[in-house]
């Protein structure tokens, strides 16, 4: 497991450009997994997702940074963490061409300050949309648009984002095309535009495709995401990873072919990154499904890293589903246990992000 470990971090030391943040954020995931080898199980979610050369990460939000047991969870137990709401279009671009990076940067300096990586999320995404870009009509006039907005941020944490959500939600349950004003239009296309952009705007930051309901290979959706990714792959258009949000919930369970799922993206030549995941309850049966999550991403060796959609079930965004690890006085709740020790299990190494 170690030798994994140390092969990647070989392999990003190798890679010219690379960013001190990015130095430290792996330095401090490999000198994690050192300390705690497969015979001595570790004892944080982050310590022991590293042993395998995977990150443990949460969805964080800004306001909560001054709140102590808030901050003495997320560094205790998380090595990479996701702005739930600070770097969407409508924080960080309101008014064309005037760009708030504030709040965002508030947890980029945090996470670096922590030696944890940072998830950017998220740059094309038709909610949280502000309504200046929803009112353009030109095609000429949104690629100017989104690959403005794209160049911006990229190049403002240019080096300091493992990996970006460069394209959020874009297919409907059917498997079409959701229709945004990028579809609408640019045309099919946009995607493309969109990772091409996000390429030169940083060249080592992961360019992800992230969705919800493509937890199922079966799933029309999910069918979908694979032929963008296969098509992407075969035309030369970079993409890197595949984020599975895994919003699951009593209508949308954890299926049991999850891991299949994630096999078949990885077979693709993309990374899996588990990025929204949450599972309502608050004992056992909460329990075995988060179990059944990390077994399957531990299973994948493409699967490089988990990140739950907050900490305490109080911040969630569905707090009525207490979905998290943490309950609301941040006690361990058992699904913590059951991740604990699913990380702790072990399974093989993340292999190079690009193939
Ligand atoms: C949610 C946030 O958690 C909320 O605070 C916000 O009001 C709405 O968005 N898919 C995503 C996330 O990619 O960014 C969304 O986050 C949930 C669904």
Not at 284 to 301: L, T
Request: charged share 20%; proline share 5%.
């Amino acid at each position: 497991m170690i030798g994994n470990v140390v092969t990647d971090t070989a392999r990003q030391a190798r890679r010219p450009g690379l960013r001190t943040a990015l130095v430290v954020g792996i330095a401090g995931v490999l000198g994690a997994g050192l300390m705690a080898g497969p015979a001595d199980a570790a004892s944080t979610l982050g310590a022991s997702a590293a042993q395998t050369g995977r990150y443990f990460g949460a969805a964080v939000a800004a306001h909560h940074l001054d709140e102590p047991a808030y901050v003495a969870t997320l560094d205790r137990e998380f090595n990479s963490v996701t702005p739930e709401n600070e770097m969407k279009w409508d924080a960080t671009e309101p008014v064309r061409g005037s760009f708030r990076y504030a709040a965002a940067d508030q947890i980029v300096a945090h996470a670096r300050g922590q030696g944890m990586l940072v998830r950017g999320h998220t740059l094309v995404w038709h909610s949280q949309l502000p309504s200046w870009v929803r009112g353009l009509s030109t095609a000429a006039d949104v690629r100017t648009a989104m690959t403005g907005h794209i160049n911006a941020l990229m190049s403002h944490w240019r080096g300091q984002i493992h990996s970006w959500n460069v394209v959020n939600e874009a297919f409907q349950d059917t498997g079409a095309r959701r229709n945004t004003v990028f579809q609408s239009r640019i045309g099919d296309d946009y995607i493309e535009l969109a990772f091409r952009t996000a390429r030169a705007a940083d060249p080592d930051a992961r360019l992800c495709y992230n969705d919800y309901y493509i937890d199922d290979a079966n799933h029309a959706k999910t069918r979908a995401v694979f032929d963008l990714v296969r098509d992407f792959k075969t035309r030369g258009v970079p993409i890197d990873c595949v984020g599975l949000q895994s919003h699951f919930n009593a209508t949308s369970p954890v299926p049991d072919n999850y891991r299949q799922t994630i096999e078949r993206f990885a077979a693709l030549g993309v990374d899996v990154q588990i990025t929204e995941l949450e599972i309502p309850g608050s004992g056992a049966a909460q329990a075995d499904d988060y179990r059944k999550v990390v077994n399957a991403c531990m299973a994948v060796a493409r699967c490089t890293g988990i990140t739950v959609f907050g900490i305490p079930d109080h911040y969630s965004w569905r707090p009525y589903a207490t979905p998290l690890l943490f309950d609301s006085e941040y006690n361990k709740k058992p699904a913590y246990e059951a991740v604990l020790s699913a990380l702790n299990a072990g399974g093989p190494g993340p292999v190079p992000a690009r193939s």
